[in-house]
């Protein structure tokens, strides 16, 4: 069985700790510091590995360089439009493919709500999404999309466009985007999750946007 260590999250700033505290030594915040498992990490080599296999799933380049602003085409940026009318407005007309969108507010606000009804309007419109919960269970969350009426009716089962995957590892979040191949990926929430043991097969990038909420 692998060990595990405990380490401590802020709820507040997202800062992982060693050590159990009264106070986040990062954002100063009271009684905040969460206390969760994570594999033992065999020293800095084993964490180095952690990071590039996130990184190499998430399609990061190793030789980019800057480049003078006006040397930069544009063209017609295509975008994925969610049919929720304000959502899109704020985005500019919807996802941009390959954007990074992070989703802010207070506990109970509805961003899990507000997810939710975006994943399951783009999958009913024959788009793929994948979203990743990292505090319920895929009971849970399919509970809510029951409630709001979010899951796409489909004729077969294997026409079904809305993926659930409750998970914390940021490593097996991204195996599933490469296997899947998304248009969308949903992590909510963000904060909770932590760079894990991605495993090897995690060699390419979804294809599509990724959104998370804080």
């Known amino acids: 069985m692998a060990k595990t260590r405990t380490s401590f999250l802020c709820d507040d700033c997202g800062a992982v700790q060693a050590q159990w505290a009264g106070r986040c030594p990062e954002c100063s915040a009271w009684d905040t510091l969460v206390a969760f498992n994570e594999p033992a990490s065999g020293g800095g080599a084993a964490g180095t590995r952690s990071v590039t296999a996130v990184?190499?799933?998430?399609g990061a380049a190793e030789d980019s360089v800057a480049l003078?602003?006006?040397a930069i085409g544009v063209g017609d940026v295509p975008r994925l439009p969610t049919s929720i009318e304000e959502f899109d407005r704020v985005l500019g007309g919807g996802f941009v493919p390959g954007a990074a969108i992070l989703l802010g507010g207070d506990p109970g606000v509805g961003k899990s709500t507000l997810l939710m009804q975006?994943?399951?309007s783009l999958a009913g419109g024959g788009h793929r999404v994948l979203y990743a919960s990292s505090e319920e269970s895929a009971a849970q969350v399919r509970l809510r999309a029951d409630r709001l009426g979010a899951i796409?009716?489909?004729a077969e089962k294997d026409d079904q466009n809305?993926?659930?995957?409750?998970?914390?590892?940021?490593g097996r979040i991204l195996e599933e985007a490469v296997r899947l191949k998304p248009h969308l990926l949903l992590i909510d929430s963000i904060q909770m999750t932590w760079v894990g043991s991605a495993g090897g097969g995690a060699g390419g990038g979804a294809e599509g946007s990724r959104s998370g909420a804080g």
């Open 68 to 70: 003078p602003i006006d």
């Open 118 to 120: 975006v994943a399951g």
């Open 55 to 58: 990184q190499a799933a998430a």
């Open 162 to 170: 809305l993926y659930v995957l409750a998970e914390t590892d940021l």
């Open 152 to 154: 796409p009716s489909v």
